[in-house]
């Protein structure tokens, strides 16, 4: 069974620019997650999704945004890019809404110069 | 507001050494208590979920205790492929249907030697 796809792998992004991640859950997961690490730093919670509805959202600007498909794979956006959005974002897919624990995809190295 | 710190930040140890990695926490209600570890530029990778204090979990050479304020990790005769980050996370009670989440700590680097 593949485990959660995140794409792209590393990106480089201007200060002011917008980017789009992406994540593909375990088949049969309904639920995804979305973490910004920040090198030295434990995953801080963005987003939760389940059933295509956002059901929670973590202590970040209005600049982050993201949406559940049919398929229950997420695309997260973020716009109006700065310096310290640098970071490793980490989608995390879980049976239900997590209930039954996490699992991490390797994550999209973004940095922003 | 619910919190997570793990001791310490890094450890470095000569293979065979056995020592605990320490997570304290702080929430107003407790699911579960999830150890992960990470290797360098990658995801975390699930190791032990507890759920009540007292609980214990073995897998390898790792054993994950929990008591009503903390964790603990230990790790006996560790091995260079051991080295990682250990992160220790945490997840509220929510009274909401349908949200959950992960708080996490900052983590201990562990570096063994051969």
């Known amino acids: 069974d593949a485990g959660v796809t995140q794409s792209p792998t590393h990106l480089i992004k201007t200060r002011g620019q917008h980017v789009t991640l992406r994540c593909s859950p375990i088949?049969?997961?309904?639920?995804v997650s979305w973490y910004q690490q920040v090198l030295g730093q434990g995953p801080q919670f963005i987003f939760q999704?389940?059933?295509?509805?956002?059901?929670g959202r973590g202590n970040f600007p209005d600049r982050f945004s993201a949406r559940q498909f049919p398929n229950y794979s997420s695309e997260l956006n973020v716009n109006a890019l700065l310096l310290g959005d640098s970071a490793l974002y980490l989608c995390?897919?879980?049976?239900?809404?997590?209930?039954?624990?996490?699992?991490f995809g390797s994550g999209t190295r973004l940095t922003v110069v | 507001e619910d919190q997570v710190t793990q001791s310490p930040e890094a450890l470095r140890l000569q293979e065979g050494e056995s020592s605990s990695l320490n997570c304290s926490y702080t929430?107003?209600?407790?699911?579960?208590l999830f150890w992960y570890r990470q290797d360098p530029g990658k995801g975390p990778e699930f190791l032990f979920t507890?759920?009540?204090a007292g609980e214990e979990k073995e897998k390898e050479r790792l054993k994950a205790t929990l008591t009503k304020k903390e964790s603990f990790l230990h790790i006996t005769a560790p091995k260079p492929e051991d080295s990682a980050t250990y992160l220790c996370?945490?997840?509220?009670?929510?009274?909401?249907?349908?949200?959950?989440?992960?708080?996490f700590g900052t983590g201990t680097r562990l570096l063994v030697s051969p």
């Open positions: 995390a897919s879980s049976l239900e809404w997590g209930l039954y624990g996490y699992t």
């Open positions: 088949s049969g997961h309904k639920s």
């Open positions: 999704y389940y059933e295509k509805e956002e059901r």
């Open positions: 929430v107003s209600g407790l699911r579960g």
């Open positions: 507890l759920y009540s």
């Open positions: 996370a945490v997840q509220p009670l929510i009274s909401n249907t349908g949200f959950q989440k992960l708080v």
